[in-house]
């Protein structure tokens, strides 16, 4: 069952033909869809602050080989998932709230030759169309952001793991300065919507579903060095065709002005 914030998140998100703009944005980067690998993709599929050095970032400190069942948490349009079904061979299991991402996942999986190595759904990360126990390791790159139940979040995700499993997640955070956001964001319009919490309120509600933190890392100066240079290049060269902002809509530019802010 969906729920009205599920709905108003999910219609944030949609941006309408994303299918089509992403292939038409793919070909004004001369990158020929029909002939694309997963790599040609990752300058645009990789929503998320830090693009692919963020998944790289996170990835590389996890062991995944070809046998490892990984799920992909609020997976968007797939880029995490096809970077780790690419690199490691390992099968990716993602779900996500908004159905145009799913289906632009599955796309670009069959595009790129990933679909016997990726699979998704439609779904929230409080109840994920998944069995209990069926993956070795989770991982989840901004997507807390827009929940409020954090602790039903967590549990969710320890539900799907085997015992022992790992749960790896890069989140936009709340740090000592307080919660005066601007919107819109580029998880939310509204405040409504939007649930940043600080690095205290995750590890309480990752400890009451029984995960111990194995490593913290502050990405503040990374996320801000990634926006400067996101900044020196659209000044030099204009915004790339194939970028972020295509999940972003017509507010793109203000969306990322106020987060970085």
């Not at 490892?68 to 996500?96: E, K, M």
Request: hydrophobic content about 45%.
């Amino acid at each position: 069952m969906t729920s009205a914030t599920d709905s108003a998140v999910a219609a944030h998100y949609t941006t309408g033909l994303l299918v089509e703009r992403v292939k038409a944005a793919m070909q004004k980067a001369g990158i020929n869809p029909d002939l694309a690998g997963a790599s040609d993709l990752a300058a645009g599929d990789q929503f998320h602050t830090g693009g692919l050095a963020a998944t790289e970032h996170l990835i590389g400190q996890l062991t995944i080989t070809s046998d490892t069942r990984v799920l992909d948490v609020g997976c968007g349009i797939g880029g995490t998932s096809r970077y780790i079904a690419d690199t490691t061979n390992a099968h990716v299991t993602g779900v996500d709230i908004t159905p145009e991402f799913v289906e632009t996942a599955r796309a670009l999986g069959a595009m790129v030759g990933l679909s016997d190595r990726t699979n998704y759904h439609v779904g929230s990360a409080l109840v994920m169309p998944v069995p209990q126990d069926a993956f070795d390791i989770a991982v989840m790159m901004h997507v807390g952001m827009n929940i409020a139940d954090k602790t039903t979040l967590f549990s969710e995700v320890a539900r799907a793991l085997r015992p022992g499993g790992a749960f790896a997640l890069f989140e936009v955070m709340l740090g000592d300065e307080g919660s005066d956001l601007l919107y819109p964001l580029p998880w939310s319009t509204v405040p409504q919507t939007s649930h940043v919490a600080s690095p205290a309120d995750y590890l309480k509600a990752a400890e009451a579903a029984g995960f111990k933190m194995c490593l913290e890392t502050d990405r503040s100066a990374f996320a801000l060095s990634f926006f400067e240079e996101m900044r020196r290049k659209n000044e030099a060269e204009g915004p790339s065709p194939f970028g972020i902002q295509l999940m972003m809509g017509e507010t793109a530019q203000e969306k990322l002005v106020n987060y970085v802010k």
